[in-house]
């Protein structure tokens, strides 16, 4: 088991103040965290002093084996950059046994800030030297091969996100229909899911997870289960194929930010299409359970049975068979009542789940995450737009100390009344459509949504 830093009042506060400092120009950026390289073979290696560093620092030399001058296997553990690893491989091509080298490049420190390119490439040149000067290797790249990276969305909100909401976007990103949840159980919130993650795709894995929880289970901050605001961190993990795939090279320098910030619009744009999916599943799954709860307890009984048993599908496959409020207004009733009692019947379950949402504290239809999620996707977008002008990467206002936070949605009956109202008058039939028209309401009020 890994021994943990005790870290002071004092070194928590400054913590804490370190982190706001992230989001004092903005609520949230894109930016890229981890990455692990391909340094190729050509090294020279000072090997007495390789084991000098090796005698001072044991707790970073996690293996080493070397004959005469050369190195067998190395792997260096180091907060400051990472993870470094230098063997052996065999290239069948001519038959040579060559040196390979890979570097596990680390943000360190708090890990809430995240960098540019053109920024990491610059820390990378810095970590090779600082290796060369400590243990002797000197690295000698001629191509740097990107074999792993990290494009992470980082946002402050002004309080938790529902469970529900996270899982819906996730679930969007990544097209999958259950994701997987972990919980950090030292942060003062232990009874939240705070990591969530889905690998559909061997190649990309897709992560949402609570940065403030995470840091309180790591003792970086004090548990505060009442601050006033949230960090949250969406992150996209490309392996070499799909790295090689989407930008045709594994090439460090020649990935720009054009291509990088197209293939995260291509991402966001995707999963605005999936939410749509999703929604269109939940008013056929919805009419379906509502047809055959109405065959089999009538129509004095089917409306209540079903809200008794509504949160049973989020318990058991993590998330809801009706999404929220709004999938009501797309059913077809007159699938099993008379099509004149359609706007009543409507009017009836919208009653019936406002009713839930008084009487019981888990019940989630009436917050609207369909509608929570569009405002992030906003936000994901906007705030890539920013790119064009300020690079990827954390930028901070130095001559401000308030954090900037993006406030939770919330819906009052009053303003969810009027939409509800439109739809059944209208008769609309495609929630699709609806959420597109609702998403475009959003991107018209766009500048408010960043500060």
């Given at each position: 088991?890994?021994?943990?830093?005790?870290?002071s009042?004092?070194?928590?506060?400054?913590?804490?103040?370190?982190?706001?400092?992230?989001?004092?120009?903005?609520?949230?950026?894109?930016?890229?965290?981890?990455?692990?390289?391909?340094?190729?073979?050509?090294?020279?290696?000072?090997?007495?002093?390789?084991?000098?560093?090796?005698?001072?620092?044991?707790?970073?030399?996690?293996?080493?084996?070397?004959?005469?001058?050369?190195?067998?296997?190395?792997?260096?553990?180091?907060?400051?950059?990472?993870?470094?690893?230098?063997?052996?491989?065999?290239?069948?091509?001519s038959?040579?046994?060559?040196?390979?080298?890979?570097?596990?490049?680390?943000?360190?420190?708090?890990?809430?800030?995240?960098?540019?390119?053109?920024?990491?490439?610059?820390?990378?040149?810095?970590?090779?030297?600082?290796?060369?000067?400590?243990?002797?290797?000197?690295?000698?790249?001629?191509?740097?091969?990107?074999?792993?990276?990290?494009?992470?969305?980082?946002?402050?909100?002004?309080?938790?996100?529902?469970?529900?909401?996270?899982?819906?976007?996730?679930?969007?990103?990544?097209?999958?229909?259950?994701?997987?949840?972990?919980?950090?159980?030292k942060?003062?919130?232990?009874?939240?899911h705070?990591?969530?993650?889905?690998?559909?795709?061997?190649?990309?894995?897709?992560?949402?997870?609570?940065?403030?929880?995470?840091?309180?289970?790591?003792?970086?901050?004090?548990?505060?289960?009442?601050?006033?605001?949230?960090?949250?961190?969406y992150?996209?993990?490309?392996?070499?194929?799909?790295?090689?795939?989407?930008?045709?090279?594994?090439?460090?320098?020649?990935?720009?930010?054009?291509?990088?910030?197209?293939?995260?619009?291509?991402v966001?744009?995707?999963?605005?299409?999936?939410?749509?999916?999703?929604?269109?599943?939940?008013?056929?799954?919805?009419?379906?359970?509502?047809?055959?709860?109405?065959?089999?307890?009538?129509?004095?009984g089917?409306?209540?049975?079903?809200?008794?048993?509504?949160?049973?599908?989020?318990m058991?496959?993590?998330?809801?068979?009706?999404?929220?409020?709004?999938?009501?207004?797309f059913?077809?009733?007159?699938?099993?009542?008379?099509?004149?009692?359609?706007?009543?019947?409507?009017?009836?379950?919208?009653?019936?789940?406002?009713?839930?949402?008084?009487?019981?504290?888990?019940?989630?239809?009436?917050?609207?995450?369909?509608?929570?999620?569009?405002?992030?996707?906003?936000?994901?977008?906007?705030?890539?737009?920013?790119?064009?002008?300020?690079?990827?990467?954390?930028y901070?206002?130095?001559?401000?100390?308030?954090?900037?936070?993006?406030?939770?949605?919330?819906?009052?009956?009053?303003?969810?009344?009027?939409?509800?109202?439109?739809?059944?008058?209208?008769?609309?039939?495609?929630?699709?459509?609806?959420?597109?028209?609702?998403?475009?309401?959003?991107?018209?009020?766009?500048?408010?949504?960043?500060?």
């Amino acid at each position: 088991m890994k021994s943990q830093t005790k870290v002071s009042t004092e070194q928590m506060h400054l913590n804490e103040k370190e982190i706001q400092s992230c989001f004092t120009l903005m609520n949230s950026f894109w930016g890229f965290d981890r990455m692990v390289f391909n340094l190729g073979e050509n090294l020279i290696v000072d090997i007495e002093k390789l084991i000098e560093f090796k005698q001072k620092n044991p707790d970073k030399v996690k293996k080493f084996n070397y004959n005469s001058n050369q190195i067998e296997d190395l792997i260096i553990q180091s907060r400051e950059f990472g993870r470094l690893e230098i063997g052996k491989i065999y290239k069948k091509e001519s038959g040579d046994t060559v040196n390979y080298c890979l570097l596990q490049l680390n943000h360190g420190g708090l890990n809430f800030e995240t960098l540019s390119i053109s920024a990491i490439r610059k820390k990378l040149i810095n970590v090779i030297t600082g290796i060369k000067q400590q243990t002797g290797i000197w690295i000698i790249p001629t191509i740097i091969r990107v074999l792993e990276m990290e494009i992470a969305f980082t946002f402050a909100t002004d309080s938790i996100i529902h469970f529900q909401t996270r899982n819906l976007l996730l679930r969007s990103l990544s097209k999958t229909s259950q994701v997987d949840k972990r919980v950090y159980t030292k942060s003062s919130t232990p009874e939240d899911h705070h990591i969530l993650s889905s690998k559909k795709n061997e190649n990309l894995l897709h992560v949402l997870y609570d940065k403030i929880a995470k840091a309180e289970h790591s003792r970086q901050i004090e548990l505060n289960v009442s601050r006033k605001y949230h960090i949250y961190r969406y992150e996209m993990t490309l392996n070499e194929k799909k790295i090689r795939s989407e930008f045709k090279t594994t090439d460090l320098d020649k990935l720009h930010n054009d291509q990088l910030s197209s293939f995260v619009y291509s991402v966001i744009k995707k999963g605005i299409s999936n939410l749509k999916i999703i929604a269109q599943t939940s008013v056929r799954d919805t009419q379906n359970k509502l047809k055959e709860l109405y065959v089999e307890k009538g129509k004095d009984g089917y409306i209540k049975t079903f809200f008794e048993t509504q949160l049973n599908h989020a318990m058991d496959y993590l998330y809801p068979l009706t999404l929220d409020e709004s999938i009501f207004l797309f059913i077809d009733v007159s699938e099993f009542v008379n099509p004149k009692n359609s706007a009543r019947t409507k009017n009836n379950l919208i009653k019936e789940s406002r009713g839930n949402d008084l009487k019981n504290e888990s019940y989630f239809l009436s917050i609207m995450i369909t509608w929570q999620v569009l405002y992030l996707f906003c936000l994901m977008l906007n705030t890539l737009y920013l790119v064009t002008f300020l690079d990827f990467g954390c930028y901070k206002d130095n001559q401000n100390n308030e954090l900037l936070s993006f406030k939770i949605p919330s819906f009052t009956n009053e303003e969810k009344n009027p939409f509800f109202n439109e739809i059944i008058r209208n008769k609309d039939k495609d929630i699709g459509s609806f959420l597109d028209s609702f998403f475009n309401r959003i991107w018209k009020n766009i500048y408010t949504i960043l500060i």
